[in-house]
């Protein structure tokens, strides 16, 4: 099984930036397809981002495409999600999920969780 570790979390104006990463422990990260999640207060967990083990294909939900990319670096065990033109609406907890299908990475369950990072956007 995987430990994953998110950071990078912070407090950050609306239309600014900020990078999330998400490592993980053990030799297997790479065989891994990996999620981006969030949890604003009172509302359900949903999904933000995935890729493939591999990189090669990635999937976004529709709130967040254009502005978010995730990427991974399978020589540092790491999965990042860069946050671009951050809104009020993007703040959150947010947490990276691990699992052994790309689309299996992108329903919330099952699969490997960190402890997640806080992120604030103010208006």
């Known amino acids: 099984q995987v430990q994953l570790v998110e950071s990078g979390g912070g407090l950050v104006q609306a239309g600014g930036s900020l990078r999330l990463s998400c490592a993980a422990s053990g030799r297997t990260f790479s065989s891994y397809a990996m999620g981006w999640f969030r949890q604003a207060p009172g509302k359900e967990r949903e999904f933000v981002a995935a890729?493939?083990?591999?990189?090669?294909?990635?999937r976004y939900a529709e709130s967040v495409k254009g502005r978010f990319t995730i990427s991974r670096d399978n020589a540092r065990n790491t999965v990042y999600l860069q946050m671009n033109s951050l809104k009020p609406e993007d703040t959150a907890v947010y947490y990276c999920?691990?699992?052994?299908?790309?689309?299996?990475?992108?329903?919330?369950?099952?699969?490997?969780w960190g402890q997640g990072t806080q992120v604030t956007v103010s208006s």
């Open positions: 999920k691990a699992e052994r299908s790309l689309s299996q990475s992108v329903v919330v369950g099952g699969g490997s």
């Open positions: 890729i493939s083990w591999s990189g090669g294909s990635t």
